[in-house]
Protein backbone atom coordinates (compact mmCIF):
# COMPACT_ATOMS: atom_id res chain seq x y z
CA UNK A 1 0.00 0.00 0.00
CA UNK A 2 1.69 3.89 -0.94
CA UNK A 3 2.42 5.21 2.18
CA UNK A 4 3.68 8.78 3.17
CA UNK A 5 7.61 8.87 4.63
CA UNK A 6 9.71 11.18 5.86
CA UNK A 7 13.21 12.33 6.80
CA UNK A 8 14.35 12.61 9.78
CA UNK A 9 12.50 10.42 11.75
CA UNK A 10 14.64 12.65 14.56
CA UNK A 11 16.42 15.73 14.51
CA UNK A 12 18.38 17.68 17.76
CA UNK A 13 18.57 21.25 16.84
CA UNK A 14 20.15 23.86 18.95
CA UNK A 15 17.92 26.93 19.78
CA UNK A 16 17.87 29.47 17.27
CA UNK A 17 19.05 27.15 14.23
CA UNK A 18 16.13 26.64 11.11
CA UNK A 19 15.01 23.10 10.52
CA UNK A 20 14.06 21.51 6.96
CA UNK A 21 11.32 18.62 7.64
CA UNK A 22 11.04 16.75 4.54
CA UNK A 23 7.87 14.74 3.09
CA UNK A 24 6.68 12.36 0.26
CA UNK A 25 3.52 12.52 0.29
CA UNK A 26 1.25 9.76 -1.61
CA UNK A 27 1.99 9.92 -5.43
CA UNK A 28 -1.33 10.72 -6.51
CA UNK A 29 -2.32 13.00 -3.65
CA UNK A 30 -3.70 16.35 -4.24
CA UNK A 31 -3.65 17.88 -1.27
CA UNK A 32 -1.10 18.42 1.47
CA UNK A 33 -0.27 19.03 5.07
CA UNK A 34 1.74 19.31 8.24
CA UNK A 35 0.37 19.11 11.70
CA UNK A 36 2.14 19.18 14.88
CA UNK A 37 1.81 16.85 17.92
CA UNK A 38 3.44 17.95 21.14
CA UNK A 39 4.01 15.55 23.82
CA UNK A 40 1.13 14.70 25.36
CA UNK A 41 -1.32 16.77 23.24
CA UNK A 42 -3.29 16.39 20.70
CA UNK A 43 -2.67 16.35 16.27
CA UNK A 44 -2.68 19.90 16.07
CA UNK A 45 -3.15 21.55 12.69
CA UNK A 46 -0.49 23.78 10.94
CA UNK A 47 -1.06 23.82 6.95
CA UNK A 48 -2.58 22.47 3.90
CA UNK A 49 -0.94 23.02 0.57
CA UNK A 50 -3.09 22.65 -2.83
CA UNK A 51 -2.31 23.57 -6.33
CA UNK A 52 1.07 24.83 -4.92
CA UNK A 53 0.13 26.87 -2.55
CA UNK A 54 -1.39 27.18 0.60
CA UNK A 55 -4.92 26.86 1.25
CA UNK A 56 -5.04 27.17 4.85
CA UNK A 57 -2.91 27.59 8.25
CA UNK A 58 -3.55 27.68 11.74
CA UNK A 59 -2.72 30.53 14.20
CA UNK A 60 0.70 28.29 15.05
CA UNK A 61 1.56 28.49 11.63
CA UNK A 62 3.55 31.99 12.07
CA UNK A 63 6.21 33.82 9.79
CA UNK A 64 9.05 31.88 11.14
CA UNK A 65 7.13 28.81 9.23
CA UNK A 66 6.78 28.26 5.76
CA UNK A 67 6.36 25.31 3.05
CA UNK A 68 7.61 24.12 -0.48
CA UNK A 69 7.03 21.99 -2.95
CA UNK A 70 10.19 22.09 -4.72
CA UNK A 71 10.75 19.33 -7.22
CA UNK A 72 6.70 17.97 -7.41
CA UNK A 73 7.43 15.26 -5.34
CA UNK A 74 8.93 16.02 -2.08
CA UNK A 75 7.16 18.50 0.47
CA UNK A 76 9.47 20.68 3.22
CA UNK A 77 8.64 22.62 6.36
CA UNK A 78 11.05 24.72 7.13
CA UNK A 79 11.34 26.30 10.81
CA UNK A 80 13.46 29.55 10.26
CA UNK A 81 14.21 30.47 14.03
CA UNK A 82 13.88 27.36 16.10
CA UNK A 83 12.31 28.11 19.81
CA UNK A 84 12.16 25.54 22.55
CA UNK A 85 8.69 25.33 22.14
CA UNK A 86 8.80 23.95 18.89
CA UNK A 87 10.14 20.65 19.87
CA UNK A 88 7.46 18.24 18.72
CA UNK A 89 6.45 15.46 16.51
CA UNK A 90 5.74 17.19 13.15
CA UNK A 91 3.37 14.85 10.87
CA UNK A 92 3.44 15.22 7.04
CA UNK A 93 -0.03 13.87 5.71
CA UNK A 94 -1.78 14.08 2.17
CA UNK A 95 -4.73 13.04 0.97
CA UNK A 96 -6.69 12.73 -2.46
CA UNK A 97 -9.45 14.51 -3.52
CA UNK A 98 -13.50 13.52 -2.42
CA UNK A 99 -13.91 11.82 -5.49
CA UNK A 100 -10.65 9.86 -5.52
CA UNK A 101 -13.26 7.44 -3.39
CA UNK A 102 -11.58 6.00 -0.17
CA UNK A 103 -8.09 6.86 -0.77
CA UNK A 104 -9.20 10.44 -1.47
CA UNK A 105 -11.71 10.92 1.67
CA UNK A 106 -8.93 9.71 4.18
CA UNK A 107 -5.75 10.89 5.07
CA UNK A 108 -2.40 9.64 5.53
CA UNK A 109 -0.12 10.12 7.97
CA UNK A 110 3.93 9.81 7.75
CA UNK A 111 5.73 8.03 11.05
CA UNK A 112 6.58 11.86 11.84
CA UNK A 113 9.35 13.57 12.65
CA UNK A 114 10.42 13.90 16.05
CA UNK A 115 11.77 17.83 16.68
CA UNK A 116 13.98 18.41 19.61
CA UNK A 117 15.01 21.87 20.45
CA UNK A 118 17.95 22.13 22.94
CA UNK B 1 -15.93 26.08 19.10
CA UNK B 2 -14.33 22.55 19.72
CA UNK B 3 -15.33 20.59 16.05
CA UNK B 4 -14.63 17.18 17.67
CA UNK B 5 -15.11 16.37 20.92
CA UNK B 6 -13.76 13.07 22.66
CA UNK B 7 -15.14 13.32 25.99
CA UNK B 8 -12.93 10.09 27.55
CA UNK B 9 -9.62 11.44 28.47
CA UNK B 10 -8.72 7.58 29.52
CA UNK B 11 -10.37 4.08 29.31
CA UNK B 12 -9.30 0.72 30.00
CA UNK B 13 -10.55 -2.64 29.06
CA UNK B 14 -9.60 -6.16 30.25
CA UNK B 15 -8.16 -8.49 27.72
CA UNK B 16 -10.69 -9.94 25.79
CA UNK B 17 -13.70 -7.51 26.43
CA UNK B 18 -15.42 -4.98 24.77
CA UNK B 19 -14.88 -1.17 24.98
CA UNK B 20 -16.49 1.54 23.14
CA UNK B 21 -14.88 5.12 22.95
CA UNK B 22 -17.04 8.23 22.17
CA UNK B 23 -17.13 10.86 20.06
CA UNK B 24 -18.87 13.54 18.92
CA UNK B 25 -18.78 16.11 16.46
CA UNK B 26 -20.36 19.69 15.10
CA UNK B 27 -21.12 20.19 11.74
CA UNK B 28 -23.82 21.90 9.51
CA UNK B 29 -22.76 19.68 6.50
CA UNK B 30 -24.62 16.88 5.45
CA UNK B 31 -22.12 15.41 3.86
CA UNK B 32 -18.60 14.37 5.50
CA UNK B 33 -16.63 12.07 6.37
CA UNK B 34 -15.58 10.64 9.59
CA UNK B 35 -12.59 8.60 11.17
CA UNK B 36 -10.69 6.65 14.24
CA UNK B 37 -7.30 6.87 14.06
CA UNK B 38 -4.59 4.75 16.52
CA UNK B 39 -1.46 6.28 17.49
CA UNK B 40 0.08 3.54 19.19
CA UNK B 41 3.56 4.32 21.88
CA UNK B 42 5.79 4.42 18.49
CA UNK B 43 3.90 7.54 17.98
CA UNK B 44 2.57 6.75 14.35
CA UNK B 45 -1.17 7.49 13.23
CA UNK B 46 -2.52 4.37 12.24
CA UNK B 47 -6.33 4.68 10.14
CA UNK B 48 -8.18 2.39 11.79
CA UNK B 49 -12.42 2.78 10.40
CA UNK B 50 -13.64 5.62 7.93
CA UNK B 51 -17.47 6.27 7.54
CA UNK B 52 -19.00 8.45 4.89
CA UNK B 53 -21.93 10.11 6.57
CA UNK B 54 -24.60 9.40 3.62
CA UNK B 55 -24.27 6.15 4.38
CA UNK B 56 -26.48 4.79 6.98
CA UNK B 57 -24.80 1.18 7.29
CA UNK B 58 -22.41 1.38 10.44
CA UNK B 59 -18.61 0.87 9.10
CA UNK B 60 -16.78 -2.57 10.22
CA UNK B 61 -13.21 -3.67 9.98
CA UNK B 62 -12.55 -7.05 11.90
CA UNK B 63 -13.10 -6.03 15.50
CA UNK B 64 -13.44 -2.65 14.98
CA UNK B 65 -16.98 -0.92 14.12
CA UNK B 66 -18.38 2.31 14.85
CA UNK B 67 -21.77 3.38 15.78
CA UNK B 68 -23.10 6.36 13.71
CA UNK B 69 -25.93 8.13 15.06
CA UNK B 70 -25.77 11.39 12.37
CA UNK B 71 -28.79 13.10 13.84
CA UNK B 72 -27.04 13.08 17.19
CA UNK B 73 -23.88 13.89 15.83
CA UNK B 74 -22.13 10.79 17.68
CA UNK B 75 -19.66 8.36 15.99
CA UNK B 76 -18.45 6.07 18.57
CA UNK B 77 -15.84 3.13 18.33
CA UNK B 78 -16.66 -0.30 19.59
CA UNK B 79 -13.58 -2.74 19.86
CA UNK B 80 -14.88 -6.08 20.52
CA UNK B 81 -12.28 -9.17 21.88
CA UNK B 82 -9.32 -6.23 22.75
CA UNK B 83 -5.62 -7.40 22.43
CA UNK B 84 -2.77 -5.90 24.01
CA UNK B 85 -1.90 -4.70 20.95
CA UNK B 86 -4.93 -2.39 21.23
CA UNK B 87 -3.35 -0.41 23.69
CA UNK B 88 -2.84 3.20 22.67
CA UNK B 89 -4.55 6.73 22.05
CA UNK B 90 -7.27 6.76 19.91
CA UNK B 91 -8.28 9.96 17.92
CA UNK B 92 -11.60 10.99 16.26
CA UNK B 93 -11.81 12.70 13.05
CA UNK B 94 -13.69 14.76 10.65
CA UNK B 95 -13.54 15.78 7.32
CA UNK B 96 -16.04 17.94 5.61
CA UNK B 97 -16.24 18.92 2.08
CA UNK B 98 -13.38 20.69 1.58
CA UNK B 99 -10.14 19.38 2.68
CA UNK B 100 -9.89 20.18 5.80
CA UNK B 101 -9.37 17.35 8.54
CA UNK B 102 -10.32 18.21 12.27
CA UNK B 103 -9.25 16.14 15.23
CA UNK B 104 -10.66 15.70 18.99
CA UNK B 105 -8.01 15.48 21.59
CA UNK B 106 -8.09 11.77 21.91
CA UNK B 107 -8.52 8.71 24.59
CA UNK B 108 -5.91 6.36 26.38
CA UNK B 109 -6.95 3.35 25.90
CA UNK B 110 -5.31 0.61 28.53
CA UNK B 111 -5.40 -3.19 28.05
CA UNK B 112 -5.02 -4.74 31.05
CA UNK B 113 -3.96 -8.48 30.72
Known amino acids: EPEVTQTPSHQVTQMGQEVILRCVPISNHLYFYWYRQILGQKVEFLVS????????KSEIFDDQFSVERPDGSNFTLKIRSTKLEDSAMYFC????????????????FGEGSWLTVV | AQTVTQSQPEMSVQEAETVTLSCTYDTSESDYYLFWYKQPPSRQMILVIRQEAYKQQNATENRFSVNFQKAAKSFSLKISDSQLGDAAMYFCAYRKSGNQFYFGTGTSLTVIP
Open chain 1, 93 to 108: ASSGGIGQGHSGNTIY
Open chain 1, 49 to 56: FYNNEISE
